[in-house]
């Protein structure tokens, strides 16, 4: 069984900063994409940001340039570096993984428990 658990979410002021991490653990070969996505209350769950192995990194318009997407390949865990942050920005935010298990060619996708984002003054 793999799990990805998340941390680093909480109350932060308009303008501040947080820095999300999720690692992954288990019975895991290799990793092709973690994401991160969001869900705020009545809202459909969006994508914010996605990495590949490779480094290509992708992410939503409205937090391109306040937000960044990282990678620890070796520690199998990604983080979100939240800047700028808004109050539109307060959502659930959820970790994804899409991964093998082992050498043949099966992938298996993962979610995390979710870590609440809030901000407000």
């Known amino acids: 069984q793999v799990q990805l658990v998340e941390s680093g979410g909480g109350l932060v002021q308009p303008g501040g900063s947080l820095r999300l991490s999720c690692s992954a653990s288990?019975?895991?070969?290799?990793?092709?994409?973690m994401n991160w996505y969001r869900q705020a209350p009545g809202k459909e769950r969006e994508l914010v940001a996605g990495e590949n192995s490779g480094g290509t990194t992708s992410y939503a318009d409205s937090v391109k340039g306040r937000f960044t997407i990282s990678r620890d390949n070796a520690k199998n865990t990604a983080y979100l570096q939240m800047n700028s942050l808004k109050p539109e920005d307060s959502a659930v935010y959820y970790c994804?993984?899409?991964?093998?298990?082992?050498?043949?060619?099966?992938?298996?996708?993962?979610w995390g428990q979710g870590t609440q984002v809030t901000v407000s003054s």
């Open positions: 994804y993984a899409h991964l093998k298990k082992d050498s043949s060619h099966r992938v298996y996708q993962y």
């Open positions: 288990g019975i895991i070969f290799s990793i092709n994409f």
